[in-house]
């Protein structure tokens, strides 16, 4: 978004088109190359558009696990049967965390936020809404804008959550951002990004920079890997620290030592070598592939 990040934006700055709210230079973002690769990925993201083309009776109607699996890692450790008052959602896509943790982990909330770049994914994510019914009776605000800069007030939101996304965007962005949502978040607010940064000491992503390397030009939706102390030290940075004092920045259990695909060629035997890895306590956060980062009291 064009505005300046010492401007502050609310959603009156927003147009309301059929259930999403859009910013007024949204013709300014939607020719961003960004906004451009994640409407094309969003068409078939993980399958979600098998939910616009199941028939009334499709199981896959009655269980939304057909749909997007239950998500893992940190999201295991989640509460059940939290409330809180708001919620807000970096990179929302078409609703898989939410649906899990209304469903399986019976959180509720009177307000949702969601945010996303790709406008074909969050039209997935109201279809999902209509079908499941996540967070029954919460005010929806869902929003098609870059995350940098965020349309709420100070100090307004109770609980941010994020689930394999930071590793998407720029680290300049990822610093704006992270300052956005330290700004929004209550003092005393929790949040959970989970399996957020990629793990710059892991094998595959060094492989990977190197093959990155030598086709320069190319445009990958995976960016920079950050260890564990530089994470702590942007969010120390953005102020996350004086919100939410006490919080955990964990590798994940996911290891690799292989790309499974590079440049979208299949690696024999990749995926089931890296299945195997059962690194030593030692070798664990050179070996993990990414890093989640979250409130120690959820």
Known sequence: MSTSL?????L???????????????EQLNSTEQKQRWDEIGKTYYGSQKIEQAEETSPLKQDYTLLTGRPGGTWNKFPINKSVDSILEIGCGYGRIPLFLSKDKNLRCQKYYGIDISESLL?????????????PGAEFYIICASAELLPLE??????????CVFMHIPEAQI?????EVSRVLKPGGTFVF?????????????????????NPKQNSVYLKQYSSAEINAMLT???MKTKCPQYIVEPTQEYAILPETIKGIQIPFANSINRSLKPSAAMKETLAYGYSAYSSQL
């Open 154 to 163: 100070d100090n307004s939101v109770d609980l941010i959550i994020s689930n």
């Open 175 to 179: 610093r704006n951002l992270l300052v």
């Open 237 to 239: 940075t953005s102020g």
């Open 6 to 10: 010492n401007a502050k934006i609310s």
């Open 123 to 135: 039209r997935r994510l109201l279809k999902c809404k209509q079908e499941y019914d996540f967070f």
């Open 12 to 26: 009156n700055d927003f147009q309301l088109r059929d259930g999403i709210y859009f910013p007024n230079d949204y």
């Open 194 to 214: 989970n399996h957020s940064f990629h793990n710059k000491s892991c094998p595959s992503h060094i492989i990977h920079n190197l093959v990155r390397r030598l």
